[in-house]
């Protein structure tokens, strides 16, 4: 495809670091691991490290010696991804010598068979998967057999090699992307927090919020659908361990994956043809808020708009929903630095309610919500009688994430699917935000080579999940994923 968004527009837009790594050469230039063994290793264990770092090595991967990869005190130094191999005691864990807790990946890895697999409910492999990254303060997990290795995430993804040790490619597809883009939760100090600034008693939000409940019921059966994992009732190896979880988790009371959106509507103008002999700045298009786009051959001037969107808040009961206490609005204002995030809270709530903490997802929300902006805007231009901006600019669109995958036989008509050729990596990273904004003009491309009406767009991310944004509302698209539920659901209705 020809579409462009580069870094540097990718900054301008979503204040996407410039140096983030979106490819996998990239990502594995950046790569630093360094072997940290446990006091005893079985044969099994030392062997398969042995050929991964082989096979990282090979891939141009600077693997670190134990004291290039530590200060004078000791700590491992900011970046540096911790390969953990073994069982270790409490005091020697990998966990006690990282600076801070968001600057490096600690992986464990196990002479065992993972406790879940694919065909694992998804609900069952969180809850397993969680426990055990919180049980062994462990970002990432290994397992690894006779005839297989099994990586396991936070997200809940499983992903199985049919070979006991790593092979090359499976090294530079699978892991380098999951040991490269860190989970990270945001930071409340980068948004403006407007509590109780949500007015929830308008007839507009009375609308939404209808939707937002019809769309939670069609969902509570589905097992698709990851609820909550509470921390509360995690296996800690002391009081100590589990501080440092809540610190992680910026004390969120537990995780809650996936999540509902609807993007409010947004005035967009037409795009405007660029050529090279008017290019613009990087000062002029920041003060213009105007971004250039490559679609089709063709160079076009984009205006940024503002954006809001209500979204379902971080850690609520997805399948249980009460609009009152579980919707907050969250937007960029454009300004002369670029988008400033904020985050409202529902009017009826005060301001010790715990619920303005953003969402893992928030760039990624955010992410499609400006996408489909900039798309309706090039459309608008392209075929002034397109009717996603239409839409868009009456109703806004609808932005469903759940940890799953979309038959192929279910999507809907004039949406278009991207993703699937990514490296592997969380919703909640600044690549995930890159893909989504990234992909939207790949969606648009491809309505525009199939001459077909654009309504949205299909973002598959590999080895973790789904998301679905346009047209459709949320219940609509809950109604179109969940057919038999929702087959049952209008018969209760009835």
């Not at 062997?47 to 200060?71: D, N, P, Y």
């Not at 399948?319 to 400033?340: A, C, F, H, S, T």
């Not at 490296?423 to 904004?437: D, F, G, I, K, R």
Request: hydrophobic fraction near 35%; charged fraction near 20%.
């Amino acid at each position: 495809m020809s579409n462009t968004l580069t870094s540097s527009s990718l900054n301008q837009l979503l204040g996407i670091p410039l140096d983030t790594p979106l490819t996998l050469d990239e990502m594995c230039k950046r790569l630093k691991p360094v072997i940290y063994p446990a006091p005893v290793l079985s044969g099994r264990l030392d062997q398969f490290c042995g050929t991964l770092l082989a096979a990282m090595q090979s891939l141009g991967i600077t693997v670190l010696s134990g004291k290039e990869a530590t200060g004078n005190d000791g700590r491992f130094a900011p970046g540096t991804v911790i390969l953990a191999p073994g069982y270790f005691p409490d005091n020697l864990l990998a966990i006690n010598r990282v600076a801070t807790l968001y600057n490096n990946i600690i992986v464990g890895i196990y002479d065992e068979p993972a406790p879940v697999n694919t065909d694992s409910l998804p609900q069952k492999r969180l809850d397993a998967i969680v426990g055990r990254l919180a049980r062994d303060m462990v970002h990432i997990l290994i397992f690894i057999t006779d005839h297989t290795w099994t990586i396991c995430t936070m997200n809940g993804g499983v992903v199985t090699f049919n070979s006991p040790n790593p092979s090359r490619e499976a090294v530079r597809s699978t892991l380098v992307p999951k040991l490269t883009a860190q989970v990270v939760p945001p930071k409340s100090e980068d948004f403006a927090i407007q509590n109780g600034q949500l007015d929830t008693s308008s007839p507009e939000f009375d609308s939404i919020a209808k939707d937002f409940l019809q769309c939670s019921a069609l969902w509570s059966s589905s097992t698709s659908l990851l609820t909550h994992t509470s921390t509360e009732g995690l296996e800690y190896r002391s009081d100590f361990y589990k501080r440092i979880v809540a610190r992680y988790l910026d004390q969120r009371s537990g995780m809650s994956y996936g999540f509902f959106a609807r993007q409010l509507p947004v005035n967009v103008n037409p795009a405007h043809y660029s050529t090279h002999d008017c290019r613009m700045t990087a000062q002029e298009k920041q003060i213009k808020r105007l971004i250039e786009i490559r679609i089709h051959g063709n160079i076009f001037r984009v205006n940024v708009p503002d954006i809001s969107v209500i979204t379902t808040r971080s850690g609520c009961r997805k399948n249980n929903l009460d609009p009152i206490k579980d919707l907050v609005e969250i937007g960029l204002i454009q300004g002369p630095d670029g988008g400033k995030a904020y985050i409202k809270t529902p009017e009826k709530l005060s301001s010790t309610d715990d619920i303005s903490k953003p969402s893992f997802d928030t760039l990624t929300i955010l992410a499609h919500a400006l996408g489909n902006a900039l798309t309706a805007s090039i459309l608008m231009t392209l075929n002034p009688k397109a009717s996603f901006p239409q839409h868009l600019s009456r109703f806004g669109a609808s932005i469903t994430h759940w940890h799953d995958y979309l038959q192929i036989e279910l999507l809907p008509e004039g949406y278009f699917l991207h993703g699937k050729e990514n490296p592997p990596v969380s919703c909640s990273t600044p690549q995930s935000a890159a893909y989504s904004l990234r992909g939207k003009m790949e969606a648009l491309e491809q309505a525009l080579d199939n001459g077909t009406e654009y309504r949205g767009d299909v973002h598959v991310e590999p080895n973790h999940g789904t998301n679905i944004v346009g047209m459709l509302s949320l219940s609509e698209t809950a109604e179109l994923l969940n057919p038999t539920i929702a087959s049952a659901f209008m018969m209760e209705e009835r």
